[in-house]
């Protein structure tokens, strides 16, 4: 069993940055690919940010890259997202996932994701 534990959610202004951050327990975090997901009110979760358990293959929704970075620290089990210029649109509950299965390659899917934290709220202000 997997635990995962968001953080560093809030308000934020547009163009600030803020960076979120995912505690991993159980399992044995090195080797999954991780994802970042964000769910608005009324809309359906969406695709933010994945990576390989090796940390070498990053993936990003159109909508963030450029904007968005994904990291991982597999000494200390601690999945990041870094926002930088976050907009109003990125305001969203965010969560983050684990994908136990070892594939190489992260997944955008989250119907191939197997664990999930709790989300942690994000609120951008024009």
């Known amino acids: 069993q997997v635990h995962l534990v968001e953080s560093g959610g809030g308000l934020v202004q547009a163009g600030g940055s803020l960076r979120l951050s995912c505690a991993a327990s159980?399992?044995?975090?090195?080797?999954?690919?991780m994802g970042w997901f964000r769910q608005a009110p009324g809309k359906e979760r969406d695709f933010v940010a994945a990576?390989?358990?090796?940390?070498?293959?990053?993936y990003y929704a159109d909508s963030v890259k450029g904007r968005f970075t994904i990291s991982r620290d597999k000494a200390n089990n601690v999945l990041w997202l870094q926002m930088n210029g976050p907009e109003t649109g990125d305001t969203a509950v965010y969560y983050c996932?684990?994908?136990?299965?070892?594939?190489?390659?992260?997944?955008?899917?989250?119907?191939?994701?197997?664990?999930w934290g709790q989300g942690t709220q994000v609120t951008v202000s024009s």
């Open positions: 996932a684990a994908d136990v299965h070892l594939a190489g390659i992260p997944s955008k899917v989250d119907m191939e994701y197997d664990f």
């Open positions: 159980g399992g044995t975090f090195r080797m999954y690919s």
């Open positions: 990576i390989s358990w090796s940390g070498e293959i990053m």
